[in-house]
């Protein structure tokens, strides 16, 4: 869904249960997604630029933890400024310093990043730290001019499988290197 958001895409999602990500969902639509349902598909189309989108982790049915680091990476391309609240878990703003190498203006205090949109991420190598640092470097990536190169993608596989691949289908430019 973020995918979709953050290259201003029109992509259409099946077999997912839309109430399950109804916070996620929220918060696409709170930055000018337009987001249509049904029982077991959901479509987002970003015609714009996103609107920054202030967000607070919570546990379920609140705004997922683990979907924070994406949403941050969306923030750093949003139009405004925005902030990201993790109430959760200590130490989850790993990937802010990777944003950073690509352009992204973000400083985080405590359990809090404040993000200032960017027009634009640039490409620039860059690490994966965990899981979700991963999925947002490369949500950045998609995004950003140029080519971006993500080292340690083998924390992605732990929990996105064969994600290149889906990617492509949706029309990325997506590919991973042999070791």
Request: charged share 20%.
């Given at each position: 869904m973020i995918a979709a958001a953050i290259t201003r895409g029109d992509v259409e999602i099946n077999n997912i249960v839309p109430n399950h990500s109804f916070a996620?969902?929220?918060?696409l639509i709170e930055a000018g997604a337009e987001i249509t349902s049904t029982d077991n598909s959901i479509r987002v189309k970003m015609r714009q630029r996103p609107k920054a989108v202030d967000i607070e982790t919570n546990a379920?049915?609140?705004?997922p933890t683990d979907m924070q680091a994406q949403m941050t990476a969306l923030n750093a391309v949003a139009k405004g400024d925005s902030y990201v609240r993790e109430n959760i878990f200590e130490n989850r703003f790993m990937h802010v310093q990777e944003l950073e190498r690509m352009g992204a203006s973000i400083k985080v205090n405590d359990n809090t990043a404040t993000i200032s949109g960017t027009k634009k991420l640039l490409a620039a190598p860059v690490?994966?730290?965990d899981l979700r640092?991963?999925?947002?470097?490369?949500?950045?990536?998609?995004?950003?001019e140029g080519t971006t190169e993500i080292?340690?993608?083998?924390?992605?596989?732990?929990?996105y499988d064969c994600?290149?691949?889906?990617?492509?289908?949706?029309?990325?430019?997506?590919?991973r290197k042999p070791m």
């Open positions: 996620v969902i929220e918060k379920y049915p609140y705004f690490m994966a730290t640092a991963s999925a947002s470097l490369i949500l950045a990536g998609l995004a950003a080292a340690r993608v083998y924390h992605i596989d732990r929990g994600i290149e691949e889906k990617l492509q289908l949706i029309g990325a430019r997506i590919s």
